[in-house]
T-cell receptor
Framework: GNSVTQMEGPVTLSEEAFLTINCTYT??????LFWYVQYPGEGLQLLLK?????DKGSNKGFEATYRKETTSFHLEKGSVQVSDSAVYFC????????????FGTGTSLTVIP | DAGITQSPRHKVTETGTPVTLRCHQT?????MYWYRQDPGHGLRLIHY???????DKGEVSDGYSVSRSKTEDFLLTLESATSSQTSVYFC??????????FGPGTRLTVT
């Protein structure tokens, strides 16, 4: 079946630290992969996506590479800011998912000055 | 931002009463989804629609029904609300399996 597994949180980092949030997936076929971000009191916003193996999605300094060989899509940022404090969700969808999205449970990130 | 609104944004209701949440879009997207978000569970799909009058169940559909009589509106109904349905409900829209766009959410409390 289809599923997404994210690293457990919460994660607390100091400003300017390096961020990695791990995400692995199980899927049939070749899904598209996504990272969404949710700020307090808001809905989810698309952060970045990748639609095929070896694609790198990037946005606002965040990056993630679609690794088919390790079925992973880890989120990284070289220097986090206080404004990056949010919950991050990894997700997949594709032609073999019945047009549904599968989300991980979310990883809460707090960045302290 | 995608044009998605949800109403009401907050609601408190009593156990056993019916509740209807509304999702409205101005993007003419074919697919619409209802999720609930609970601590420790992330997002769970309740129902989704792939066209007017075309709906299907998601992972946690028990106790919920939906209707879509127009492309722009997707209604979620709790026929008889229970305390276990206290949650934050999100509507999303999309085109097939491409990225989804989310509404601002409705916080529902069942007392």
């Amino acid at each position: 079946g289809n599923s997404v597994t994210q690293m457990e949180g919460p994660v607390t980092l100091s400003e300017e630290a390096f961020l990695t949030i791990n995400c692995t997936y199980t899927a049939t076929g070749y899904p598209s992969l996504f990272w969404y971000v949710q700020y307090p009191g808001e809905g989810l916003q698309l952060l970045l996506k990748a639609t095929k193996a070896d694609d790198k999605g990037s946005n606002k300094g965040f990056e993630a590479t679609y690794r088919k060989e390790t079925t992973s899509f880890h989120l990284e940022k070289g220097s986090v800011q206080v404004s990056d404090s949010a919950v991050y969700f990894c997700a997949l969808s594709g032609p073999n998912t019945g047009n549904q999205f599968y989300f991980g449970t979310g990883t809460s990130l707090t960045v302290i000055p | 931002d995608a044009g998605i609104t949800q109403s009401p944004r907050h609601k408190v209701t009593e156990t056993g009463t019916p509740v209807t949440l509304r999702c409205h879009q101005t993007e003419n997207h074919r697919y619409m989804y209802w999720y609930r978000q609970d601590p420790g569970h992330g997002l769970r799909l309740i129902h989704y629609s792939y066209g007017v009058k075309d709906t299907d169940k998601g992972e946690v559909s028990d106790g919920y029904s939906v209707s879509r009589s127009k492309t722009e509106d997707f209604l979620l109904t709790l026929e008889s609300a229970t305390s276990s349905q206290t949650s934050v409900y999100f509507c999303a829209i999309g085109q097939e399996f491409y990225e989804q766009y989310f509404g601002p959410g409705t916080r529902l409390t069942v007392t």
